[in-house]
């Protein structure tokens, strides 16, 4: 059985910030933000493929339920627009990050992360959840 964070999240074995969830997927705040509001996406399913190895069928799935959490945070989080990143280096398991963005350097991976309080986190989260139409 795979144990990697993503799992554990899954699981409630390790603390999220938790917007939406569904039978198939997953969003959370990222732990370590780039910007507020910068939320994870992933299938519940262990898939440690790359996403474009997935079928057709499940790649629409975890678009579709992104596209409705990117909505969510847009409504959420005053920003120009949401940036979508699938990368997959750090964590072995599909992940999609959605970011508030207002200029293209706002998704500079490499920069200082932030960090949040719980309550932050908290009043994130909620305030994300209520914007979601799932």
């Known amino acids: 059985m ?3 964070i993503f799992h554990k ?4 074995e390790v603390l999220s910030y938790k917007v939406a969830e569904n039978e ?14 910068h939320t994870l996406v992933i299938p519940k399913k262990h898939n ?4 474009f190895s997935l079928s057709e069928r499940d790649f629409i799935s975890i678009m579709s339920f992104s596209r409705k959490i990117a ?3 847009e409504k959420a989080i005053p920003c120009n627009r949401i940036g979508l990143f699938i990368m997959g280096f750090e964590i072995s398991h599909i992940h999609i990050h959605l970011i508030p963005m207002d ?4 998704a500079n991976f490499f920069k200082i992360r932030m960090k949040l309080s719980e309550k932050k986190f908290k009043f994130i989260s909620n305030k994300i959840k209520r914007c979601i139409n799932i």
């Open 24 to 37: 198939f997927y997953m969003a959370f705040l990222d732990i370590n933000p780039i910007k507020i509001g």
């Open 71 to 73: 909505i969510g945070i």
């Open 2 to 4: 795979n144990n990697n």
């Open 103 to 106: 200029k293209e350097s706002d």
């Open 9 to 12: 999240i899954i699981k409630n």
């Open 48 to 51: 440690k493929d790359k996403i």
